[in-house]
């Protein structure tokens, strides 16, 4: 049976592709993102870009009115820096600190 590009029994096995042929070709492993990893980006890419629009909400002229009359931010604002940093702390703990399978 031919397995990946063609050649007998060939197979991925991690970032290594294994052939049970030798037939004096050689072919060059492909770096696979495993997908375990797809998660922990996506987390990490929400926390950063919830993270940017809390500190822009945080920034606005609603929120600078509303933390001179009550002396703190818009409930918005710190809803979305503290997930964002959430975000960034799981994403980051998921694809850094992961055994990979």
Known sequence: ?????????AYYRGEKLITAASNGLSI?????IPMTKIPSIALLTVG????????DASN??????????NGA?????IWLIALG????LSGG?????RRSP
């Open 85 to 88: 940093i959430i975000g960034i």
């Open 60 to 69: 606005s002229l609603s929120s600078s009115v509303t933390q001179a009359v």
């Open 1 to 9: 049976m031919f397995g990946i590009h063609g050649t007998p029994n």
């Open 73 to 77: 931010p818009t409930d918005k604002s």
């Open 48 to 55: 950063i870009i919830l993270l940017v629009y809390g500190l």
């Open 93 to 97: 703990f998921g694809l850094f600190f």
């Open 28 to 32: 060059k492993p492909q770096r696979i």
